[in-house]
């Protein structure tokens, strides 16, 4: 535990969250394809869930930092996001479903930005140990999978939906017992952040961490697919789900020391180098259980160390009461608009080749690492 924070009842959300995200990421495209639903199709969900983070975040964002009622507002998309969802239990053909998706995941993004801003507001100098506060995500997320994974070999992946509204039901109970953060009312922007936003190497982080979310894109939406397709049990789906997200557990559980100004750029530019030969193995060699054991260990870093990187980073660019909007536009314009674009161009890509589609992640993450490298690691980036 921290000392002077609500460890405990922050914790309790990432881990209710991120149970949704390990009930919704692996098993929600199963689902999908078990009702009738076409790859293009399922893209295109997945792609509207994603493709909302790209104005909901910034809008919330804005929202948040005007009124300085971010948990009041992290709450009330909690319970909205828990109404629309429930449209899933009547609705299973294609449209219905992506309006379902839509309405429910516009308020759901209101929820993961504005949040990781109230733990940084909490963690005050001590924010490099958000990953002690965030790992509780990753348990919550391995309990899902694993938990799921073996359920849903016997009985129907129709539990899914149920399942996944009782979940979004305790991330909104758990919003509920806290409070909003001792902030410094002398607290204010020195800058725009618009004037921010328009310096090369915050514009160089931004296209990386596009790059990154759209191979992710791809990844959270056929992986399960992918694996299925070659005979993997529902069980060894979630157990290598599980793995990943474990290696992610004691990465967060250590990170927080190596997190400093001089060594986050080396620890995102090798991570994504580690997930592009991640993705490459996928494409090639996904017959060796041995190898998808190695390469889902890499989680750890394709994600774990890639987003602990970028919480530092944006809490050094946008400084100040600028840091809402910052979480924000990480949101967005990465996990909103990259992963949006990678899950609806992996639909058509799927129907080629699912070897073509983990390539082209491949690729995206390599290009995302050489600009990380000419961009950041080799540019001043003090903000």
């Known amino acids: 535990m921290i000392a002077g924070i609500p460890y405990w009842r922050l914790s309790s959300f990432y881990f209710f969250y991120f149970a949704l995200v390990g009930a919704l990421s692996p098993f929600f495209s199963l689902y999908l394809h078990d009702i009738g639903l076409t790859a293009q199709a399922i893209g295109s969900v997945n792609a509207v869930i994603l493709g909302t983070k790209i104005i909901a975040p910034n809008l919330w964002g804005w929202l948040c930092d005007r009124t300085g009622k971010r948990l009041r507002i992290i709450s009330i998309g909690s319970f909205f996001a828990l109404m629309c969802f429930g449209g899933l239990f009547y609705w299973k053909t294609l449209l219905p479903i992506l309006f379902v998706t839509f309405i429910y995941s516009f308020f759901w993004n209101a929820v993961l930005s504005q949040f990781e801003t109230v733990t940084i507001q909490y963690l ?199 840091i809402g909007q910052g979480q924000a536009l990480y949101s967005a314009l990465t996990f909103g608009f990259g992963g949006a674009i990678g899950a609806m161009s992996g639909g058509f890509l799927w129907d080629i080749s699912s070897q073509l589609l983990f390539s082209v992640s491949a690729v995206a993450v390599f290009i995302a690492a050489a600009i990380v490298w000419f961009g950041l690691c080799r540019a001043d980036i003090d903000a």
């Open 124 to 322: 005050k100098k001590d924010s490099h140990r958000y990953s002690q506060v965030r790992l509780w995500g990753s348990v919550g997320f391995i309990a899902t999978v694993i938990i799921l994974g073996w359920l849903f070999d016997s009985v129907s992946i129709e539990y899914l939906i149920p399942i996944a509204w009782v979940l979004l039901l305790l991330v909104w109970l758990s919003t509920l017992t806290l409070n909003e953060p001792p902030i410094d009312v002398r607290e204010r922007a020195e800058i725009h952040w618009l004037i921010i936003l328009k310096k090369p190497a915050i514009i160089c982080f931004f296209i990386a961490t596009f790059l990154l979310q759209f191979s992710f894109g791809a990844y959270y939406t056929f992986f399960s697919l992918h694996l299925e397709s070659f005979n993997y049990s529902r069980t060894s789906i979630g157990l290598l789900w599980a793995l990943g997200v474990f290696c992610e557990v004691i990465l967060f559980a250590f990170i927080h020391r190596f997190m400093t100004k001089k060594n986050v750029l080396k620890i995102f530019f090798w991570s994504l180098l580690l997930t592009g030969f991640r993705w490459l193995v996928i494409a090639f060699f996904t017959d060796s259980v041995a190898l998808m054991i190695l390469v889902q260990t890499i989680h750890a870093l394709s994600f774990g160390a890639c987003h602990a990187a970028c919480i530092e980073l944006i809490r050094q660019f946008f400084r100040d009461s600028n």
